[in-house]
Antibody, heavy 115, light 107 residues
Framework: EVQLVESGGGLVQRGGSLRLSCAAS????????MNWVRQAPGKGLVWVSS????????HYADSVKGRFTISRDNVKNSLYLQMNSLRDEDTAVYYC????????WGQGTLVTVSS | DIQMTQSPSSLSASVGDRITITCRAS??????LAWFQQKPGNAPKSLIY???TFQSGVPPNFSGNGSGTDFTLTISSLQPEDFATYYC?????????FGPGTRVDIK
């Protein structure tokens, strides 16, 4: 059974940092592109970042480029999102999603940026 | 960036109705189009990828069609569990982009 479990969300001050994790199981993690998508309260879905299975190809949305870093550990079957210089507009539920067609999503973790 | 639009933005329908949601890309994306269903408080669920290919376990009353810039998601007979918000997404070109969503609620 495919499982994606996000963790690491919480309340953080504006300008602060947070590291999200996504633990994967039930599929070949190392061969899967992985993605982060966020959803602000009451709003739609927004793609944040993607990383290829071997970490050789990485993409970011312009809104997070230079502040967020995506990474993965294929031994631990885990995906990460290091978020620095957090802004109010980064407040959202953050989801990890499997492969290029976003075939499976975790339950999400809430990040709240407060002044 | 490729802009995705959806119509309608919301609709009210009854159980058993047939509904169609339209998604349009601002430039051609071949068939790199996915559809997702999201219920309040839940994560999105993938329904269709490659414009018309079902994810495992998706009921047969859902169907997807289209290529290039124009796509549709059709629910042939609405069931109570189908009332939700539906999003399209292009994964042809980074940055990947989602449509704004179509909310389907009970008439």
């Amino acid at each position: 059974e495919v499982q994606l479990v996000e963790s690491g969300g919480g309340l953080v001050q504006r300008g602060g940092s947070l590291r999200l994790s996504c633990a994967a199981s039930g599929f070949s993690f190392s061969s899967s592109t992985m993605n982060w998508v966020r959803q602000a309260p009451g709003k739609g879905l927004v793609w944040v970042s993607s990383i290829s299975g071997s970490s050789t190809t990485i993409h970011y949305a312009d809104s997070v480029k230079g502040r967020f870093t995506i990474s993965r550990d294929n031994v631990k079957n885990s995906l990460y999102l290091q978020m620095n210089s957090l802004r109010d507009e980064d407040t959202a539920v953050y989801y990890c999603a499997r492969d290029s067609s976003f075939s499976f999503w975790g339950q999400g973790t809430l990040v709240t940026v407060s002044s | 960036d490729i802009q995705m639009t959806q119509s309608p933005s919301s609709l009210s329908a009854s159980v058993g109705d047939r509904i169609t949601i339209t998604c349009r890309a601002s430039q051609g994306i071949s068939n790199f189009l996915a559809w997702f269903q999201q219920k309040p408080g839940n994560a999105p669920k993938s329904l269709i990828y490659a414009a018309s290919t079902f994810q495992s376990g998706v009921p047969p009353n859902f169907s997807g069609n289209g290529s290039g810039t124009d796509f549709t998601l059709t629910i042939s007979s609405l069931q109570p569990e189908d009332f939700a918000t539906y999003y399209c997404q292009q994964y042809h070109t980074y940055p990947f982009t989602f449509g704004p969503g179509t909310r389907v609620d009970i008439k």
